[in-house]
């Protein structure tokens, strides 16, 4: 029996982080300015400077601070659509020189229930293993295997692609998948910069509505969202 995991299985561990965020950024704007450098910054004056940069758009001193996260549980489908983020660095778990029908395999939960979908996948598992049983290549063999089959990551980022990666992946247009991950990767970024990270989200809740049209998720708010960054 193939193993299969509901989305709520990832998890999302930090290797690294710049650990003084406001400093570098204020280091890098008396750079700009021709300033004076400052060896550090007050509370105050980080959330001023940052609330001037990101309202500003004035966000390149960003991408100075990044952060360094090992993601486990999520499905192939969702590696495509995370390294849609290009500018990010991507490190993940090879199809081609690793050997796959040890993976679980990442499904919405009601799927999970499923007995059609769990003949499928162990179907697809077994055809996976037969191919290499009778001396198929895994890099050939891996094209039977569903979307869903697991992948482990590393991603690397800086925090002016964080703000677009919030700003389109906390919407509620995204998969479920995705948009689970992104509010699990959300509450990481807050505790790690909370003056910027508050500011940060899909336009419902920073412009007060959806900017989607016609394209808009069902569940979307259109007025009177609350400022959660109050």
């Known amino acids: 029996m193939s193993e299969l995991k509901p989305y709520s299985a990832l998890k999302i561990k930090i290797i690294q982080e710049t650990k003084n965020p406001r400093e570098v950024v204020s280091l890098a704007c008396n750079l700009t300015q021709k300033q004076e450098l400052s060896k550090s910054v007050s509370q105050n004056a980080a959330v001023r400077l940052t609330e001037f940069l990101f309202n500003a758009n004035h966000t390149s001193p960003l991408e100075h601070c990044f952060i360094t996260v090992l993601i486990e549980n999520v499905s192939r489908s969702f590696l495509a659509q995370i390294t849609r983020h290009r500018m990010g660095s991507f490190t993940s778990a090879s199809q081609h020189y690793t050997t796959y029908n040890k993976f679980p395999n990442v499904l919405d939960s009601h799927m999970l229930e499923m007995d059609a979908v769990k003949e499928f996948i162990d179907q697809a598992d077994e055809m ?44 509620r247009r995204n998969v479920p998948e995705m948009h689970y991950f992104a509010q699990k990767m959300r509450h990481i970024c807050l505790l790690w910069w909370p003056e910027l990270f508050t500011l940060v989200g899909p336009d419902c809740e920073t412009l007060g509505g959806c900017t989607q049209g016609k394209m808009k998720a069902a569940e979307c708010i259109d007025a009177n969202v609350p400022d959660f960054r109050r």
Not at 137 to 161: D, F, G, I, Y
């Open 128 to 171: 996976y293993s037969y191919l290499i049983s009778i001396g198929i290549p895994k890099e050939e063999a891996r094209q039977v295997l569903p979307n869903a089959k697991a992948v482990n990551l590393l991603w690397t980022v800086n925090a002016r692609s964080l703000i677009n990666f919030f700003n389109q992946r906390l919407c």
